[in-house]
């Protein structure tokens, strides 16, 4: 009985601990344009909004067309007064749909990837 209890505490401890350690993650909290937006007008630049700060020399950014093919778009950089921001600065995009990868890594150093798509009328 006392084995069982010892082993249910280690359990519920190492819970307790690893649960901060995975929320550290970067996360991507919101976008402008936002997922699944139609545009009336091509942006300018896209903005992506991570839960933290993200480490600039790790993380990244592509927009790819309705094809897959990537298009030709500023390097990526990261918000100096807002380190958890990365910009892109994107040409003028035609109509269609689009695609944006991004890669981020955080303070864990966990790399940490994702997609959303938007489309310009």
Request: glycine share 6%; aromatic share 4%.
């Amino acid at each position: 009985m006392l084995s069982r209890l010892a082993a249910m505490g280690c359990i519920l401890a190492a819970t307790a601990l690893a649960s901060p350690l995975a929320a550290a993650h970067a996360a991507l909290k919101a976008s402008v344009p936002a997922a699944d937006a139609v545009l009336d007008a091509a942006p300018k630049e896209i903005a992506l909004t991570f839960n933290e700060k993200i480490e600039t020399a790790f993380s990244s950014a592509a927009v790819k067309d309705a094809a897959g093919n990537a298009v030709a778009t500023g390097k990526p950089r990261v918000d100096a007064a807002n380190p958890a921001v990365m910009h892109i600065e994107v040409p003028a995009l035609a109509a269609g749909a689009y695609k944006v990868e991004w890669v981020a890594v955080g303070r864990d150093g966990h790399r940490r990837t994702g997609a959303f798509k938007f489309s310009v009328k």
